[in-house]
């Protein structure tokens, strides 16, 4: 069985205190849930900060991005290596990046392999933008950012966030039969490249919240999510953990 994993992207959200207030309530609230993967993203500057503070609680931390080289003259970029030292994860590909700064589909294989040889597990970010929904073309556009990473082979552990664009901070989830017909299609397209698709696990991301998320973690083959805003909640992010978690809802 895929263990269920739910992750907390803080983008470019907290000060210092309020990343340490957040991080120290979230440990408070979930560290004794074990069947459930909790990974929290804060910005790179409170990643150490974060890093101690949920050391032994079972809590991992990932970064929001990282740069495709180990090391040298790329000056304001972070290393996957250096990143290593305190993550198990990293977002690669997310829409904003993609959209806002512009990342291609080459930019996030580099990152996604270069966080893979560095021992962490990307967390790759895929979705379409709100046009090419309407246009009925998301999964083709799902397809192409899938294979762009895999599509040379893949051998490594890997998550796949299904984050359709139009339904990020906008309050507006897909439906929950709408976010697992196309993880499915994401299933179906994992084994086309090789891999062993039932071990997998797909997140969903897009406005989800204690409202809404019980529906998605009850489709067979979403595994968790991404969460954006209600990540920076403490009572709401560990009211997803408790959700997320098989013993709790058995
Ligand atoms: O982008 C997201 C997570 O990476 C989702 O953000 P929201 O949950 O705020 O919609």
Redesign the pocket.
């Known amino acids: 069985m895929r263990k269920p994993l739910v992750?907390g992207?803080w983008?470019m959200h907290t000060d210092s205190s309020q990343a340490q207030d957040l991080a120290s309530s979230i440990v408070s609230r979930v560290s004794s849930v074990t069947d459930v993967e909790v990974v929290l993203?804060p910005p790179f500057v409170w990643l150490e900060r974060v890093a101690k503070l949920v050391e032994e609680t079972g809590i991992l931390v990932g970064a929001q991005d990282t740069f495709w080289e180990d090391w040298g003259a790329y000056t304001g970029e972070i290393s996957p290596l250096q990143l290593s030292e305190m993550c198990s994860y990293v977002?690669v590909g997310?829409?904003?990046r993609r959209h806002i700064i512009g990342e291609t589909d080459e930019i996030v294989a580099r990152k996604a392999r270069a966080v893979a040889r560095a021992g962490m597990v990307p967390i790759l970010?895929v979705g379409e933008l709100e046009q090419e929904y309407k246009e009925g073309i998301s999964k083709e556009i799902v397809s192409n950012q899938l294979s762009a990473v895999l599509a040379d082979g893949w051998d490594h552990e890997i998550v796949i966030?299904y984050?359709p664009v139009w339904?990020?901070?906008?309050?507006l989830?897909a439906s929950a039969q709408y976010a697992q017909d196309m993880a499915a299609f994401i299933r179906e397209q994992l084994s086309s490249y090789g891999l062993n698709q039932e071990r997998v696990r797909i997140l969903y991301?897009?406005?989800?919240?204690r409202g809404n998320f019980k529906e998605f973690i009850e489709q067979k083959d979403i595994d968790g999510?991404?969460?954006?805003?209600?990540?920076l909640k403490a009572e709401e992010f560990a009211e997803l953990v408790m959700m997320a978690s098989p013993a709790m809802v058995d």
């Open positions: 992750a992207n983008k993203c977002i997310h829409s904003e970010a966030a984050e339904a990020i901070g906008t309050g989830a991301g897009g406005s989800v919240n999510a991404l969460v954006g805003g209600a990540s």
